[in-house]
């Protein structure tokens, strides 16, 4: 009876990858759509943003003008953002692991936010480009993405631990 009950106590302190999977897809997601969306009304190409990213990878060759559309920009644009959302959620979730809701939530706001300075002041030392993003609107999607990318975590950790107890 011990080992039963020890093998569906919640992963405390873990990583829920699953939780930390979603928390990446959905929260990248909606930092994209986000940004996609709102970028033309600043009076900047839908394109530029991604070109930026893809930069990481490709060089700043691929940096506007002209800011068109090309589908190895595309591509490589998604797979590095991607990625990175998936990293970045995974070291949200290992923070906010046992967390309950509202903390995961103020968590993530600050979690954010701290992406929005490494991305914009630190990594601007190796991809300078990212400089000329300091903006509101850049601090916002980070500012929803922390918080998405938390909401999402703890309620994919809540569901997977009420799967377990229903079938225990």
């Known amino acids: 009876m011990a080992t039963q009950s020890a093998s569906n106590a919640p992963s405390s302190g873990r990583l829920n990858t699953t ?8 929260g990248g997601l909606l930092f994209l759509v986000l940004e996609l969306a709102i970028v033309p009304l600043m009076g900047m190409s839908v394109w530029a943003p991604l070109q930026m990213i893809s930069a990481i ?3 700043s060759d691929v940096l506007p ?3 068109a559309f090309s589908i190895g920009v595309l591509l490589t644009a998604l ?8 990293i970045y959620a995974s070291i949200l979730g290992f923070i906010i692991a046992r967390r309950p809701m509202g ?8 979690f954010g936010l701290a992406l929005y300075v490494l991305n914009f ?3 601007t030392g190796l991809y300078p480009w990212f400089a000329e993003a300091r903006n509101a609107l850049s601090i916002g999607v980070h500012l929803a993405f922390g918080l998405s990318a938390a909401f999402v975590y703890v309620r994919v950790r809540a569901s997977e ?7 225990a």
Do not use: E, K, N
Request: charged content about 5%.
């Open 19 to 26: 939780a930390a999977l979603w928390a990446g897809g959905i």
């Open 57 to 59: 990878v490709l060089g």
């Open 65 to 67: 003008p002209p800011a």
């Open 79 to 86: 797979l590095v953002h991607f990625a990175l959302s998936f």
């Open 103 to 110: 903390v995961a939530l103020g968590i993530g706001a600050i």
């Open 121 to 123: 002041y630190v990594f």
């Open 161 to 167: 631990r009420l799967g377990r107890a229903a079938t």
